[in-house]
């Protein structure tokens, strides 16, 4: 059962604006996200679960085993924002850059 | 020599076990083509020609363009016995449980089958000899690292409730795999190894959440 975040960490945050940094792909896996974020690979490890089992805001598939074969390496899981998630990620990340926003000095004034 | 060199060769020899079968499959078919039927079958012949003790040797009979009747042919004696004996050994070789399971599907497809099944095979065969290639190399190139790492991640899942042991050693093996430098090894592990406590906590109180 998809659950709604009461608080919404900020390697979180930055794990989703990695997804939605390019919403046509759908092989990432832990060890691209923890080089894209810079974020460490225990750290996407919870993002991850949390995100697919508790929020239900990402669905994951393993890579095709003859792929992966081919290429000398064992199968990766992958990841994707479903549709919930891709709502959710994108309502969040407004937020939060219109908090940002209006923090800065050109944003109006807070 | 080594368990995972021993593993590795293993698998390069099923590999080419399996290219074998799949060359043999393909010859039938090429024969059962040339000969214009459209169906294969495979009868053993043990009891009729030689007796209960006799030879494993498969009868191949082709139903031609005329239905009827049923056509009895070997179409090549020494090659129907050597691809027999071939298969045979195969399976009477392998006996260690993965090894068995990874041929279960080829046992599950005897020569009883049609043309297209034929042919399929012989894709399936050597999609599967293609596999076992790879992993050979998988397995021989730098194994002393992935033992090491293997045995991290089997006991850093112990924490783990056992339902997602499997699943997080082959992520973070995938993780892992490809050209990765071993300093990029010791960080995913180490930052993995930190973080552990509290991945466990969580998924073990989802379980507790979920049967509550």
Not at chain 2, 51 to 75: F, R
Not at chain 2, 112 to 136: N, P, S
Request: aromatic share 8%; glycine share 8%.
């Amino acid at each position: 059962m998809a659950n709604r975040p009461q608080r919404v960490t900020a390697p979180t945050i930055q794990v989703l604006a990695a997804f939605m940094s390019d919403l046509g792909r759908d092989d990432w896996y832990g060890r691209a996200l923890s080089q894209h974020t810079g974020l460490g690979a225990g750290t996407v490890l919870q993002c991850l679960h949390r995100l697919e089992r508790e929020y239900g805001w990402l669905e994951s598939r393993w890579e095709d085993q003859e792929v992966a074969a081919s290429e000398g390496r064992p199968p990766r899981r992958f990841y994707k924002l479903t549709g919930l998630g891709q709502r959710e990620a994108a309502d969040l990340l407004q937020q939060r850059l219109s908090g940002l926003l209006r923090l800065s000095p050109d944003g109006g004034g807070a | 020599m080594k368990r995972s060199g021993r593993r590795a060769a293993a698998r390069a020899e099923l590999a080419d076990e399996l290219d074998r079968l799949a060359a043999g499959y393909r010859s039938l078919v090429s024969n059962v083509a040339h000969a214009g039927v459209h169906f294969v079958g495979r009868k053993h012949v043990r009891d009729l020609a030689f007796g209960p003790d006799g030879p494993d040797v498969p009868y191949v009979l082709a139903l031609g363009p005329d239905p009827d009747p049923y056509v009895a042919l070997i179409l090549d004696q020494d090659f129907t016995a050597a691809f027999a004996s071939d298969i045979n050994g195969t399976f009477a070789r392998r006996r260690t449980r993965e090894l068995a399971e990874a041929l279960d599907f080829a046992r599950n497809h005897p020569l009883d089958v049609d043309c297209a099944q034929a042919v399929r095979l012989v894709h399936l065969l050597e999609k599967h000899a293609r596999l076992h290639h790879a992993a050979a190399q998988v397995d021989t190139a730098g194994r002393w690292d992935r033992w090491g790492e293997a045995t991290i991640l089997a006991c850093l899942a112990q924490l783990l409730p056992s339902v997602e042991r499997a699943r997080f050693v082959a992520e973070q093996r995938g993780n892992l795999g490809g050209d990765v430098p071993w300093w990029e090894h010791f960080d995913h592990l180490f930052d993995v190894t930190i973080k552990m406590p509290r991945y466990a906590w969580e998924l073990r109180r989802g379980g507790w959440r979920e049967r509550a």
